[in-house]
């Protein structure tokens, strides 16, 4: 029995020795041969030498969440090779390092060995190029044995090498030797292959990170000021190889943007506060640890109320916890970052493509609200490559909010006065003026402490409840201006899963098989907090309700309780929690269980 | 515009009273209101408009103080020890705006120590002014790091760790413009601070500002008996500013006979003149400024006046090449780039 188009394939690689070319290479092959792809990067905390694993699914259905098996290994780390083989099912494909002594093979899989060091011998590669040629080796038998055209590799190879045409000739040398080598030297005997499809023209392949750089961009982010941690420095780094090129002016040589790397989180986020409150769109990425640094500036700008976007690519925590693994462990400190009554908008992207529309929409909400806003990605969708239509240029112009020009404020004054913090218009949203602005009375002093409408210190008890009765009321406006959440009900179903982010892809294919087997389930997908009037209504009408979410305390379950405490008892939390992506089977399982 | 017609204005045409801010709620008597008389008296007279300052600080007695001046410029009052984060992405969303830093030694040299030096890393172009007492003052009387070694005092004890010099710490760290002065001494601080605002970097001024509730024992090295019988200038300095001399592109420094005056040019056209008072000293010999500073604190003598000057090194705005026009006023042609642009790199990703 053939099995096209629908397996996964594991590459087990050491750390650093270059594997990551070879990986996409054989990931953009497969996509440009029209084929549903989702590549996976399972991937230690090191430098050079660690284990790594790259996990390529495709999949003629569309399906790209994380399979719960891999039919295809190649074993390329003999440190590794013994729990590599052993982790495949009956059936599949072992292709492994042939010059290694005592590989574990097993007689229910098939193997094919490949002798890396006579190819690498007869290129003439030496030194350091050796490690890095030796994934090109593996690159050729995978395109043989599951019948990837060599032409697609070469495309993705140029792609990848930005067209330098010596690398990709030296690339394509070795893969094409090996190829020709394994279609003269080994007989295929196993049941997976490829097939060219039509079902991913027009699309692009491109991670969370970078199109939410891209998203930031075309958002108008003119100050990012970061820290590097995994993993949100690619973010950054995507942000670095646009903008500053975008906002140079030709004839002068100025840049019209910053790009500044902080010499902590803590001052990251204060720069970006400080940009805030002078009128750029200002943003920092960062992941959980960086998130506990800047807690007390996030608390300082919801006070003060000064616009900011912040990017959490979340990693397992608590503390340093799994660095280069994913989770959506940050939800409950980012609602509630700070000390005292704060409470913040948040945007949950589940694609790529939200990446790049939220990119915009932080900014707009941020300015709107006077407010941090929190975008809540995760490693899965940040670092890996995900298929996706181009994005779209945003439809809407940028929203900056209530900024008054001197001329405003002299209008403001003539007819009864200019505060800072004074409601005008019931949405607990004050007017803003920024510094530069010469009207006489448009400064005020921006702080921490409790003050007056006017921002004068104040501790007037009734000063200070007024104030935090407002931000509670400008919360409220929050709730209809965040994006509401995906709601796909189907007729009949006695199921509720709700869910954010990344368990998206998972969540689509366990509801395709669960059907199959007659289980009706309808989902809602919440992408921001806080929570809107379609929440509280798809509960309502479901009896069996499950938040689906990776981390251990079902921390949107939680925050759902908080909210609709009526519903509280409706709600279980299902919850995953080992620093891998959520897979359709677990869930399926897990639904079926109970 | 609030000025009364027989009221004395200065060349923008504001008065005096223009430039004052809220009442201070600092003990009487307290070297930061002093401080902020001098800030007030600096801006009217050098007619700095209002608006193109901002105020900046952190969190203590010191960082209250933005409010007691300059009430017509925009202000903020950060975090403790984070005012530089917050003032370096505030100037460089607008470079325009000519802002003046207000810490204290718990702020800058305790919680803020890391903050502090970054800035002069980036060269940060801001007044960065301490107010420097040695003591915790909301919190009561605890020491804070900038004490005098073996101090005792009453609510804190015994200190038994040495003092943090923040000029030294500054110089270090590439700051250049570092000056010491007394808030006992006006017409010092009035100078320093002048040029200071015409230096286009990061400008130190540790003022020395006696806390009269916690820190103003005689034998305190932060206290007014001892600064005033203690003060050592190291040169009287006066500020001329630009349009009073000569325009000049090059800042050098004057060769000068001994006994005679020291110029220093500034990029603005401004001038520092220092009048050698006794010792020759030169404010722009790095070595010698570190010296001097580490003999002063081992002597315990107090050294004040300009201790080093070095206008070699870009600023952060000159060195992320930005453009004058404020990046805050960009218009919004300019913050989103056009279809094409997105349909280019969409094309590069398929």
């Known amino acids: 029995m053939t099995v096209t188009n629908d397996f996964s394939m594991v590459v087990a690689t050491a750390n650093g020795t270059g594997s990551q070319t070879a990986n996409l290479a054989l990931l953009r092959a497969l996509f440009k041969m029209g084929i549903p792809v989702n590549g996976k990067n399972i991937f230690p905390s090191n430098i050079q030498g660690l284990p790594t694993w790259y996990h390529i699914r495709v999949s003629y259905e569309g399906f790209t969440a994380r399979r719960h098996t891999s039919e295809v290994l190649v074993a390329f780390n003999q440190a590794t090779v013994k729990e590599d083989v052993a982790a495949l099912p009956a059936g599949g494909v072992c292709i492994y390092n042939d010059d290694w002594r005592d590989v574990p093979l097993r007689d229910d899989v098939t193997n094919y060995g490949i002798p890396v060091n006579t190819f690498l011998r007869q290129a003439d590669v030496r030194g350091k190029l050796r490690d890095y040629m030796a994934n090109m080796v593996y690159v050729g038998a995978v395109a043989q044995l599951l019948g990837i055209s060599l032409e697609k590799i070469e495309e993705a190879l140029t792609f990848h090498f930005g067209g330098r045409e010596k690398l990709v000739t030296q690339n394509m040398d070795i893969v094409r030797l090996v190829y020709d080598w394994t279609a003269e030297n080994i007989e295929k005997r196993d049941d997976y292959a490829v097939e060219a499809l039509d079902l991913t023209g027009g699309q692009i392949l491109v991670t969370g990170n970078e199109a939410a750089a891209l998203g930031a961009i075309f958002g108008g982010v003119t100050l990012v000021s970061w820290y590097p941690i995994t993993p949100s420095t690619s973010l950054v780094d995507a942000i670095n190889d646009y903008l500053p090129r975008l906002r140079r002016d030709s004839e002068t040589g100025e840049v019209s943007c910053a790009v500044i790397q902080a010499e902590d989180e803590l001052a990251a986020v204060g720069m970006v506060v400080g940009a805030g409150w002078a009128g750029a769109r200002a943003m920092t990425a960062t992941s959980g640890p960086g998130i506990s640094l800047m807690t007390e500036f996030v608390g300082l700008a919801y006070f003060a109320e000064i616009p900011a976007v912040i990017w959490d690519v979340q990693r397992v925590g608590p503390s340093t916890g799994l660095p280069t693994r994913t989770s959506q462990g940050d939800i409950i400190a980012a609602y509630f970052l700070g000390h005292g009554d704060t409470k913040h908008v948040l945007l949950l992207p589940a694609t790529v493509g939200e990446c790049f529309e939220f990119g915009t929409t932080a900014f707009d909400l941020a300015e709107q609200l006077q407010t941090p806003v929190l975008v809540m990605s995760d490693l899965d969708l940040g670092m890996n490559n995900w298929m996706a239509k181009p994005f779209d240029y945003p439809a809407e112009p940028l929203r900056r909010g209530k900024v008054l020009t001197a001329a405003e404020v002299a209008e403001r004054v003539k007819n009864g006065g200019y505060g800072r913090y004074v409601d005008v218009d019931g949405d607990g949203i004050g007017y803003r003026t920024l510094p530069g602005n010469d009207h006489p009375r448009a400064a005020y002093f921006a702080r921490g402490t409790g003050h007056t409408p006017q921002a004068v210190y104040s501790e007037r008890p009734e000063d200070w409840h007024e104030n935090m009765e407002r931000l509670a009321r400008k919360f409220e406006t929050a709730r209809q201006l965040v994006p509401p959440p995906v709601i796909d009900e189907v007729d009949g179903a006695e199921i509720g899963i709700i869910a954010y982010g990344t368990s998206l892809d998972a969540i689509t294919e366990a509801r395709y098989r669960l059907a199959k087997a007659g289980v009706k389930a309808s989902f809602m997908r919440l992408r921001a907090l806080p929570i809107n009037g379609d929440v509280r209504d798809f509960i309502s009408r479901y009896d069996r309700l499950l938040v689906v979410e990776l981390n251990r305390d079902g921390q949107l379950c939680e925050i759902l309780k908080m909210e609709l405490p009526d519903l509280a008892t409706k709600l279980q939390p299902l919850t995953h929690s080992d620093g891998l992506p959520l897979t359709a089977r677990w869930l399926v399982d897990a639904i079926q269980k109970d | ?350």
């Open chain 2, 1 to 350: 515009m609030t000025t009364k017609a027989n009221e004395r204005v200065n060349a923008v045409g504001l008065a005096y009273a223009d430039y004052k801010g809220g009442a201070s709620t600092l003990c009487k008597g307290c070297g930061h209101d002093s401080i902020s008389s001098q800030i007030i008296s600096v801006a009217y007279e050098l007619s700095i408009e209002p608006h193109e300052i901002v105020k900046l600080s952190g969190i203590g007695c010191s960082s209250k103080s933005p409010a007691y001046f300059l009430g017509r410029s925009f202000g903020f009052n950060a975090l403790h020890g984070r005012m530089p984060s917050v003032a370096t992405g505030a100037l460089t969303a607008n470079r325009s705006l000519l802002a003046i830093g207000v810490s204290g030694d718990g702020d800058t040299a305790s919680i803020g120590l890391g903050q502090f030096k970054h800035m002069m890393r980036r060269n940060v172009r801001m007044v960065y002014i301490v107010e420097n007492n040695g003591v915790y003052g909301l919190t009561k009387g605890q020491f804070s790091a900038t004490a005098d070694y073996g101090q005792e005092l009453k609510y804190a004890g015994r200190n038994d760790f040495p003092p943090a010099d923040l000029c030294l710490e500054a110089i270090i760290a590439g700051c250049g413009f570092v000056a010491r002065s007394f808030s006992g001494d006006p017409k010092q601080v009035r100078e320093l601070l002048k040029a200071a605002l015409s230096h286009r970097g990061t400008a130190v001024l540790d003022i020395i500002s006696p806390c009269v509730t916690f820190n103003n024992r005689d034998d305190s090295t932060k206290s007014y008996s001892w600064g005033k019988e203690n003060q050592d200038p190291l040169h009287e300095i006066a500020f001329v500013a630009p349009g009073f001399v000569p325009e000049q592109e090059e800042i050098v420094i004057d060769d000068y006979e001994p006994g005679e005056m020291r110029t220093v040019k500034m990029h603005d056209g401004s001038q520092i003149q220092l009048r050698k008072v006794e010792h020759d000293y030169d404010p722009t010999d790095k070595m010698g400024a570190l010296q001097r500073l580490q003999m002063a604190q081992d002597e315990r003598e107090f050294i004040t006046g300009l201790i080093y000057y070095d206008s070699s090194r870009p600023s952060l705005a000159e060195v992320s090449n930005l453009p004058a026009e404020p990046l805050a006023a960009l218009p919004a042609e300019k913050l989103r780039p056009s279809p094409e642009t997105l349909r280019e790199m969409m094309a590069a990703f398929g």
